[in-house]
DNA sequence: GAGCGATTAAAACAAACGTATGACACAAAT
DNA sequence: ATTTGTGTCATACGTTTGTTTTAATCGCTC
């Protein structure tokens, strides 16, 4: 019955669990069951359980890049046509809108958010690899525009500073969704669209700010 | 031979290697056998593997956030005194120093950091929680004196922002040391001082920027 | 419709894990 | 001198893990 699909069921089940509950903790017999696949389709289509978690990364991640690199580029572009330089606001914008808008296309992909977020702080270096494969090219352009953005500032001031933003950025996709501690008189909205605002005017400061 | 500093032996050997592999990644075996102790020992003086990290967050947390706690409360006193509003600067360098001195300090503190920015993007909601239940009443605190250090943003703004600074100084604790994406011209100082001052430019500018 | 490659199903595999057990060593106290 | 309690040791237990294997099933071409 479900030849075909039994990949794409595979690799939904494995977004989810492995955002939700980490890799190391989700067992192949239970993201099998959850798929409704049998225990031995996930070596059968993939090989193994990293090669799965490769897959689950890349089916995301390689549209994703190509839109950020392609968002990316034209702010270089724009600026080098103005004779300007980029503004940092805007190179950052580039860098996270893509993000919004690719999670309310793809279904279940909000939570592949916390997993993005989780492999920056993986201790498995094995893990950090495959997820850092296919982000290194573009951090490094990312890096690069920031540095033709600010021209004042140093390069490791801009690489720590870069270091900080994708450290919140990280952070706050590990956290989407599920608070545990919310102190009295803040509001969890959630909404997107406002967090986005919100992550925006602070990295831009921090990304702008003097050196003491 | 080892009577009274087997805990010790095993509660260094577990700082080590929680902060570098990673809690679930590292076995009891191989922590007994390299703090030199039997594999029995873990679960004679400490019950099970979850209170040995428990344990290991206590030994370093507890001391560091009563520190961390009293130089929070004495910025805060300062300006009541002075009748004037505490500083975002002093308010988030209260809370960073420590860190700092306390690193200098105790030897083998350096790996304990990892540990930290890992916890708080850990999946595992039990050892989340272990972490938490130490940390969130200073976060609570920390939070309400930035209330007061900036009374023009709502509780709310400040929320995030806080959220932002915590996943930066986390992902920054976590790559504490080991750097494998090295853009070209960045020198890797690991000057902690240096590294904490551009950390703090950062964030306060951050915790300061104008809503758009 | 026979034959064949591709896919699924069920079971078994070896390895690693956290934990528990029981014997032993050595103090200090009785 | 014997008891008692504490700590250490080697070893075994029961589970769970990722992976492999052996059969059975399905869809397709000739």
Not at 5 to 31: P, Q, V, W, Y
Not at 103 to 132: N, Q, W, Y
Not at 140 to 161: D, G, H, N, V
Request: aromatic share 8%; net charge neutral.
């Amino acid at each position: 019955m479900s030849r075909a699909d039994t990949k794409e069921r595979i690799l939904d089940a494995a977004e989810r669990l492995f955002g939700a509950e980490g890799f190391h903790n989700t067992s192949l017999r239970g993201l099998t069951s959850a798929a409704g696949v049998n225990l031995a389709a996930v070596n059968y289509h993939f090989g193994s359980k990293e090669a799965l978690l490769e897959a689950v990364f890349e089916r995301r991640l390689v549209p994703l890049n190509r839109v950020r690199r392609e968002r990316l580029e034209a702010v270089r572009e724009a600026a080098r046509r103005d004779r300007v330089l980029p503004g940092a606001a805007d190179v950052l914008r580039a860098f996270i809108e893509p993000t919004l808008h690719f999670c309310k296309m793809e279904p279940g992909a909000e939570s592949f958010l916390p997993l993005v977020g989780r492999a920056l702080a993986e201790p498995d270096d094995t893990i950090r690899k495959i997820f850092l494969r296919h982000m290194e090219p573009l951090f490094l352009l990312l890096y690069e525009t920031l540095c033709e953005a600010l021209p004042r500032l140093s390069r490791t001031q801009i690489f720590w500073r870069l270091h900080f933003t994708i450290g919140a950025m990280g952070h706050t996709m590990c956290m989407n969704g599920r608070f545990k501690i919310l102190p009295p008189g803040v509001e969890t909205p959630s909404d997107a669209a406002f967090l986005t605002q919100v992550l925006l005017d602070y990295i831009v400061a921090g990304m702008e700010a003097p050196c003491a």
